[in-house]
């Protein structure tokens, strides 16, 4: 039940809680009467759309906007014919910046027929003063903007767009950082039976190409007994899969008032009775642990997958790159790794084109994939983000060079993830099923422990169960199978 409250007789802000998340749940309230008065008004629903740009940490974001929305008397759907749009931005790659521009003309459009429309942008992209101001000036009939510090204040800014809808004014909240934690606000979940779960927020990383740590701010960690406390109700909740997610999740729990590290948290997380499976993501290799590699050679929990980003192959790129290691530290780690672990799936992100990158850089890049043997390999063409200091570095490289490059790298990525993907054929595992396949009718599509999917025949009613499946056809990327 949601309390009903007089707008008339309120001043928005005056009557409010100062403590989170009480304010915010406040605001859900008020917000929540607003849109009731409106469906009455319209004789029908109010409809929410969430866009979602990006990596985990902002699909995770996604569904607390979502939790939120409903709370407040949004009915989610699927178009973006809806009566609140959102798009969670992304910056990390010029292009991701160039999507957005694209379909807000889109929107533009749609706004035109729907007056009762409201339109807003949160997320990486909205961190950089040049693309605020560039909305302000191009994009006027945009109605909300915030950022990744504040999303937690939806509600608040929320009712305050819908006191001034109508107005043609720009509702703008930024934070250049922060280090607050707000917990205990509603989320939705995508799948009923897995869950990401933030441990940490934002990087101290600074690699020199990349934009993360200045729109997400300094690295902050979650207290232990906040994290335990999500997954033990996300298991009583029916989620058998936790999905730990922190920019580098290595260094966790580092600056906590009492230091504990990611390995010891595993630890912990893998106590609670229910889930199954523990993944995470991202591992900066510069703060692998033993202890880490121990910890998850033990496990019967912990996924046999790390995802490991190599970025460059080459130690004076690595250097340029400041990424703290070189090829040789890399490749020993590496080798430490498939010791202790024999089953264990790497995968990786790669850029290609840093700038000065030469051909035997390029090669040295090429060695190493070859060394590592990487499941999967993501890999980009280097994209300059101003305010990096890679962008200021001289030399950079030609597109039709990058362009070449890239190709090659693709080639070998593609053809090492096929041979390697195939080790596992003729055994049988345990797969999470993951949903019902929409091109074959009659399979299911799981997961392998080791991040590798599996089609087989199955009805949905497997979806979020784990059976065991004899692999006998490998398709590359994927194996088909038979239930045992
Ligand atoms: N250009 C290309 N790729 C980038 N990444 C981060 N910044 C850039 C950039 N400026 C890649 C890195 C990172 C992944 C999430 O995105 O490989 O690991
Ligand atoms: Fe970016 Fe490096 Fe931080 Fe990853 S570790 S988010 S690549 S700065």
């Not at 406390?229 to 729990?253: C, P, T």
């Not at 530290?329 to 084109?353: A, H, M, N």
């Amino acid at each position: 039940m949601f309390n009903e409250i007089d707008l008339s007789q309120i001043d928005l802000t005056a009557a409010a809680p100062a403590e989170e998340p009480e304010r915010q749940y406040y605001f859900m309230a008020l917000a929540r009467t607003r849109t009731e008065e409106l469906k009455k008004e319209l004789s029908r629903p109010l409809t929410a759309h969430i866009e979602t740009f990006g990596c985990q940490m902002n699909f995770k974001d996604s569904e607390k906007l979502q939790g939120i929305l409903e709370e407040m008397g949004y009915t989610l759907i699927d178009t973006e014919e809806a009566d609140f749009v959102i798009y969670n931005t992304c910056t990390v790659r010029e292009n991701a910046n160039l999507r957005v521009y694209g379909r807000l003309g889109y929107l533009h459009s749609l706004k035109k027929k729907n007056p009762q429309m409201m339109i807003a942008l949160c997320g990486c992209m909205m961190q950089e003063p040049q693309v605020v101001e560039k909305l302000k000036t191009s994009y006027s009939f945009v109605d909300l903007i915030f950022g990744t510090h504040n999303i937690y204040k939806l509600p608040e800014l929320v009712s305050h767009a819908l006191e001034v809808r109508g107005e043609k004014r720009m509702i703008i909240d930024i934070w250049k950082d922060t280090d607050q934690i707000v917990e205990d606000l509603p989320s939705e979940r995508k799948y009923f039976f897995k869950s990401g779960v933030n441990i940490m927020f934002g990087c101290n990383n600074f690699c020199s190409y990349c934009i993360v740590p200045y729109v997400r701010g300094r690295e902050r960690s979650r207290e232990p007994e906040a994290i335990l406390k999500e997954i033990r109700s996300l298991a009583a909740d029916g989620v058998v899969e936790v999905m730990l997610l922190g920019q580098n999740v290595n260094s966790y729990g580092k600056t906590l008032k009492n230091p504990i590290t990611f390995a010891q948290l595993l630890k912990e997380v893998e106590k609670i009775d229910g889930i199954e499976r523990i993944r995470f993501m991202t591992s900066h290799p510069k703060d692998l642990s033993d202890e880490l590699i121990q910890v998850m050679a033990k496990s019967r929990k912990i996924c046999h997958h790390l995802h490991l980003p190599l970025q460059s192959g080459s130690s004076r790129v690595l250097k340029e790159m400041n990424r703290r290691y070189d090829k040789e530290k890399y490749l020993s780690l590496v080798e430490k790794i498939r010791e202790k672990i024999d089953d264990i799936s790497l995968t990786t992100d790669i850029i290609v084109g840093f700038p000065g990158e030469t051909e035997e850089d390029f090669q040295e890049t090429l060695d190493v994939v070859r060394k590592a043997q990487y499941d999967t390999a993501f890999t980009f063409i280097y994209s300059k983000r101003s305010g990096t200091p890679a962008a200021a570095m001289e030399d950079q490289v030609p597109q039709e060079v990058v362009k070449d490059r890239f190709d090659r790298l693709l080639a070998l990525v593609q053809e090492i993830g096929r041979e390697r993907s195939s080790r596992f054929l003729n055994t049988v595992q345990e797969v999470l099923v993951e949903e019902k396949q929409s091109s074959q009718k009659g399979y299911v599509t799981g997961r392998m422990m080791q991040n590798l999917l599996v089609h087989f025949p199955g009805e949905e009613s497997l979806v979020g169960k784990t059976v065991r499946v004899k692999l006998k056809e490998c398709k590359g990327f994927y194996y088909i199978g038979e239930q045992e």
